[in-house]
């Protein structure tokens, strides 16, 4: 890639004939795919694919600013034949748009990449600044999803059709200026993608807006993932506290742009898990899971049996939850637990896991429960100490409260009240944003990301708790990865046997970053290691875990691949300084193909560690991004050709 582009349209133009990341699904000569020019020879395949391996491309720095100010790559993937044989092919990065172009919507007009709608599917208007009222649209597309399904057609599509999940976490600001986050309802968009099957290259056809008035809109979807049963399974994250929230402005806000009402929205209806079915005309539907917990949703991962979901929780005084569906491919029925660590976790220890059944439910009598109660119809949850033995001191997002259960309604606090409920079962609540979560199947290793080690982390802090066994000796804002070691035959807390065979039994950390005082470019994490964690998706093919970042560490986050044999850790791709990568989807195989989808959100969200490159990097990121205001959604290519193997 021209490190000394500054122009988007110039970065489009070079990468538009870019041909996709060259792995196919098997040796056979079907699966292989010409070069650039789509010529074919008739010499016998190459011998059978063995590994890849990806060079680090060094930290774009302010000698090229135009790299820091846009996603570039400079890293080579090696592809290693049976026969000792190598292929090296440059990598680049392909958007499909960047959100606030208008693009096709499949019938002859055009619709808003991220474009925010309410209730009633009518745009939200931004009327900040009177005389440019248009209409909101995200800086921050988050979790996606590439799905095939087989048969589809699609008008327009020239090749096969396949399609791309995406959601819009949040909007960050008006043109005002003033802060939006959480303020307006989640998109969530079905792209229609023509797949060329000569070159395998994606382009956009259609862009379907996915209705949610049927599952009350959506609340800050985060990170996402593909279910077995080829759906996507979203998150909404930072569950609106339901004792607060008729006087939180923002949770205010957002009712009224949802529905036209400030007090309309029902803090129980968000928190939870909403699952997108893609239908082979490109257009989606949505429906919303309540019995998985109402926690801080970020990225579940669904095993192998198509029961077991591991979650992450994307807080403070956070755990790790679990959920077995009483049947395969269905999430609308089943058990919850949470986690307790019977040793200590630290940064070098094994530590075992008991898990604590919190209950069973169904979706429908959960959301039932939700309609009609309030939270002080589940508990009591006092901010000052009652001094009564009565009810038990805990902590909520670093604040200490103090709970006490109404009689009967452990069912509703175990699924309205996640987060109380488990601290008063006994779960090791003390994890500090652990958001992605993925799974390596061969050695049925499940991994959480962890994007601080702080605070409740901490021995000794002043929200840690020693009975929850998490005690790190030291707070690590760069984070780390953990690793999870699955089995069969566990039990719960009651002897009770739990049915599946993909349960976590202990956990250990896998990866961690380095904090440094700050470096020349204002890093404060070490550049060449892991920095905040947050996305996290593993390839079975590649042996790879992909890494995305959203540090306020490294004055650019990036997104690396770490072999987990090799336990090399490459930096693949760079994102715009001060944006966050996600969107993160490692695909091992569509018809014949393999994809790593890449976005990032909110370029240009300058703090105090930008402040050595802000002003040469403001005025690029402007042009290159809608003035801050839009973000790109995308995914790694190959360059500047394809190869068979």
Not at 260 to 277: K, R
Request: with cysteine.
């Amino acid at each position: 890639m021209n490190e000394t582009l500054t122009s988007r349209r110039r970065l489009l133009q070079l990468l538009g004939g870019a041909p996709l990341l060259p792995l196919a699904s098997s040796v056979s000569a079907a699966g292989l795919l010409a070069a650039c020019g789509g010529s074919d020879d008739a010499a016998a395949p190459p011998a059978a694919f063995r590994s890849v391996s990806f060079s680090s491309m060094a930290a774009p720095g302010l000698a090229a600013p135009a790299a820091m100010a846009t996603t570039s790559t400079t890293a080579v993937m090696s592809i290693l034949y049976d026969d000792d044989s190598r292929k090296d092919v440059a990598l680049a990065y392909q958007p499909f748009f960047v959100t606030g172009d208008l693009v096709s919507d499949g019938q002859g007009g055009q619709i808003l990449a991220g474009g925010y709608y309410d209730i009633r599917n009518q745009p939200i208007i931004d009327a900040s600044v009177p005389g440019q009222e248009r209409p909101f649209f995200s800086d921050a597309p988050d979790g996606s999803s590439l799905i095939h399904i087989e048969g589809a057609k699609v008008d327009g599509v020239k090749g096969k059709p396949v399609f791309l999940v995406v959601q819009f976490e949040y909007n960050s600001r008006d043109q005002a200026g003033q802060s939006t986050y959480g303020m307006l309802p989640s998109p969530i968009a079905v792209l229609t993608l023509d797949q060329d099957q000569a070159t395998g290259q994606l382009s956009l056809v259609k862009y379907h807006n996915v209705d949610m008035s049927g599952v009350h809109g959506l609340w800050i979807t985060c990170g996402a993932s593909l279910s077995p049963w080829n759906t996507h399974l979203s998150s909404e994250e930072y569950e609106p506290d339901a004792f607060t929230a008729s006087a939180s402005a923002q949770f205010k806000a957002f009712s009224q742009n949802v529905f036209g009402d400030e007090t309309a929205a029902n803090p129980y209806h968000y928190g939870h898990l909403p699952e997108i079915t893609v239908h082979p005309d490109g257009t989606g539907s949505a429906r919303k899971h309540y019995c998985l917990g109402r926690i801080s949703h970020e990225l579940i991962h669904v095993m192998p049996d198509e029961r077991t979901a591991l979650m992450g929780d994307d807080y403070t005084n956070g755990g790790l939850f679990m959920f077995v569906a009483d049947e395969a491919r269905d999430l609308s029925v089943g058990n919850l637990y949470v986690a307790r660590y019977t040793e200590t976790l630290t940064d070098t220890s094994t530590a075992a896991i008991q898990w604590i059944h919190l209950g069973h439910a169904t979706s429908a009598e959960i959301e039932a429960l939700a309609d009609s109660l309030k939270p002080t119809d589940i508990m009591e949850s006092l901010t000052a100490d009652p001094e009564e033995e009565s009810y038990t001191k805990v902590f909520l997002d670093g604040k200490a409260a103090w709970l006490r259960l109404k009689p009967g309604m452990e069912k509703a606090a175990a699924f309205l009240e996640t987060h109380r409920y488990a601290n008063l079962a006994g779960g090791s609540m003390a994890f500090t944003k652990m958001e992605g979560t993925t799974l390596n199947i061969q050695d049925k290793v499940a991994y959480s990301a962890l994007a601080n080690i702080q605070a409740s982390m901490i021995e000794g802090d002043a929200v840690w708790n020693a009975k929850h066994n998490v005690a790190f000796p030291k707070t690590l804002k760069a984070g780390g990865v953990l690793a999870h070691h699955l089995g069969g035959g566990a039990t719960d807390d009651q002897g009770a046997a739990i049915d599946s065979e993909w349960v976590p039994t202990s956990s250990r950390m896998e990866l961690m970053g380095e904090d440094i005082a700050a470096d020349a470019l204002g890093n404060t994490a070490h550049p060449d290691r892991i920095a905040s964690p947050d996305n996290l998706k593993f390839s079975e093919k590649m042996r790879t875990l992909f890494i995305g970042e959203d540090s306020g560490s490294h004055v650019n986050n990036f997104l690396w691949a770490y072999n987990v044999d090799t336990r090399a850790l490459s930096r693949i791709l760079s994102t715009p300084a001060g944006a966050e990568s996600t969107g993160l989807h490692a695909v091992d195989e569509v018809n014949g193909w393999t994809y790593v989808m890449s976005n990032f959100q909110h370029p240009g969200d300058w703090s105090s560690l930008h402040a050595k490159v802000k002003d040469v990097l403001d005025p690029l990121i402007d042009a290159n991004y809608k003035g801050k205001f839009g973000a790109a959604v995308g995914y790694l290519t190959g360059a500047p050709q394809a190869v068979r193997l």
